[in-house]
Each structure stands twice: as C-alpha cells, then as structure tokens.
C-alpha cells in the first residue's frame, strides 16, 4: 500500500480470515476471566488468548503505527461470577471485529507482532523502539511526492467526508439496534403470552362446556404462540456485521485524523521554531499525510461495503416483521371469536 489507490472491501477481506470463539470453562474462583480461541485462516492456526493480551497487542501496534488507524479496544470490564451472556458475546463480537481490521489491514496484515499474536502459543510482544516512519527508514523524497498544501487540502476534505459518513452509518447502525432490539421483545411477549394461554387451558373436572371450549381454545392458541414461527432469525447477520465493521473502522479513522491534526499542529509549531526549518520533521509531516491519505481508502471501502449491505438489513427487518403478523394472525385464528351477547 504505497499510494492512495482505493481498495476494495473483498481484497480486504480476503487478506485473513479471523474467528474468535469463547472458552467455555472460565478461570477464577470470584473474579473470573475468560479466555479465548483465536483462529487465522491465513496462517492456519489456532491459539488461545486473554483480553490482556489483546491489551499487549494494542499497545504495540498503536505505538508502531501512530499514522494508522488502530481501532480502539471494547472497553474491560470485570467479570464477576462468569458474567452476563449476553456482555461476554458483545465483547467476544468487538474483538473479533478489532482483530480483523488489524489482520485485514494493507500494512497492519505484515506485522510481525500481529503474526506472532495469531500463530504463536506463547506471547511476548515487546514496545517498539521507534515507529513506522523510522523503522521503515522513509525519508518521503519530496521530489515525488504531491505537494504539500495539496495534500494538506486533501486531508482536511477527507476528514470532512470522513465526519459524515461515521455519524451516518453510526446513526444507522443505531436504529437497526433498536429494531432488532424491538423484534426480540416481541419474540419474547409472543411466547410469554403462550405460557399464559397454557396456564388457563389446565383443565377441570367442573368446567361447562363453556369452560371446555373456551380452554380448548386456549390451548391451541398456546401452540401457535410456542410454535416454530418466531425461530427463524430476522438478522441478516453478515449485514450486521459488514455495518459493525465499518462503524469501527470509521471511529478509528476520526481518532486517527483527530490525532494527527493535532501533532501535525505541533510538528508545525516545532518546524517553525528552527532556522533553517528542520528537514526530517518537513518529512515526517509528509509521510503521516500521506499515510492518513492511504487509510482513507481503507475505511471507504469498509463504508461502501455496509451500505451495498444495507438492503440486506431492510430485507431481513421485513421478513421478520412478516412472520410477526403471520403468528398473530394464526394467533387471531385459534381464539375463540369474541361474544355478540354476554353468556
């Protein structure tokens, strides 16, 4: 990745393919921690990891490639007790999302810190030195590269675009939460009523045969409510994933240029307070314009990939919301009709 030419989200995706699975037994007698299967189809291995580790692993490539967009990491909590299901799966679902940015990135992929992350058994990762720019010993020959206020404009127009396409894909991802979120209270209402219903089909050796229709009812009613209807997933789990992806992707591209406008500031500021301007920081300016330039390609092609994906999301809400009626109208069918005269 030496140029700002776009990339497209499939040759992203078919740098690795990473897959983080929980460990089932987590370790800890109060405060307990979990551990995790890490796989890369890219170097065919399967190795077993902590959030700590995760930790040890940011660390390093934040301090290597600060001109990168490194994703932040889900924040830690502690586990207590072994934790809410539903918060290991939320963080086990971001961390697979972080590594894959990084294991999928043009320059991130190549790292030897990360290789030996996903391929080795025992962990030891040790601080760089030095960072990208002097570790990959560019010098940014100014003769070849675009002029300096040029890139300066460049930059400032990607990060306006930037700004915009992270609060509209953060704004979306938000209202499909809440749908999703609504579908699964349905979901449960639904089957929650079905016990009720089963609750008042118990029959009695003293019922009419007002009573005995009426429970016979219910409890066919109570079979549609339990039924297979609601099974079916209503989430497009790839779109989801695509739309979770290029939220992170984003936020870490707005971190990115949020932090390089300030040490550029400074860089600038220093530059300026030598005479003659000191050449190696004129350079070192070049080289992270350049670099913010190349990630900007990376996180378009993540944006554009969710909102191809975005049909898929409506498509899967419909289906959902279909087979919702459906049930309540198989519902609507097995209860008795409503009386036209008190009994």
Not at 44 to 61: A, P, S
Not at 75 to 103: D, H, I, N, T, Y
Not at 131 to 140: I, N, P
Request: hydrophobic fraction near 45%.
């Amino acid at each position: 990745m030496t140029n700002t030419n776009e990339v497209t989200f499939q040759e992203l995706e078919a740098t690795d393919v990473v897959s983080i699975d929980l460990v089932p037994e987590r370790k800890g007698i109060i405060l307990k921690h979990c551990e995790y299967y890490v796989s890369s189809r890219r170097h065919g291995t399967t190795v077993t990891r902590r959030y700590n580790d995760f930790v040890q692993l940011y660390d390093v490539l934040f301090a290597k490639y600060p001109y990168r967009a490194v994703c932040q990491l889900p924040p830690k909590r502690v586990v207590v007790g072994g934790g809410s299901g539903q918060f290991l799966e939320s963080r086990r679902a971001a961390l697979q999302r972080w590594l894959s940015l990084a294991a999928c990135h043009p320059i991130l992929a190549h790292d030897a810190d990360l290789r030996t992350f996903l391929s080795e058994s025992v962990l030891r990762l040790e601080k760089p030195k030095h960072d990208e720019f002097v570790l990959a010993g560019t010098q940014c020959d100014e003769q070849e590269e675009t002029p300096l206020e040029e890139m300066k404009a460049r930059f400032a127009k990607e990060q306006e675009q930037l700004r915009i396409l992270y609060l509209g894909m953060d704004r979306l991802a938000q209202i499909f939460d809440r749908v999703k979120i609504r579908c699964e209270a349905e979901k449960s209402d639904f089957r929650e009523l079905g016990a009720a219903l089963q609750a008042l089909s118990t029959r009695d050796a003293a019922d009419t045969p007002l009573w005995t229709r009426l429970k016979q009812a219910y409890g066919d009613a109570a079979l549609v409510c339990t039924g297979e209807m609601f099974d079916d997933e209503s989430v497009d789990s790839e779109a989801e994933g695509r739309v979770s992806l290029a939220r992170d992707a984003l936020a870490a591209g707005r971190e990115l240029c949020a932090r390089l406008g300030r040490g550029l500031h400074a860089e600038r500021a220093a530059a300026a307070a030598l005479a003659p301007p000191h050449a190696q920081l004129r350079r070192r300016h070049l080289y992270a314009l350049t670099a913010v330039l190349q990630e900007a390609c990376v996180w378009r092609a993540y944006a554009a990939a969710a909102l191809q994906a975005l049909g898929g999301l409506a498509r899967a809400r419909g289906a959902g919301h279909a087979r919702a009626a459906a049930a309540w109208a198989r519902l609507h069918a097995a209860l008795p009709p409503a009386a036209s005269a008190p009994y």
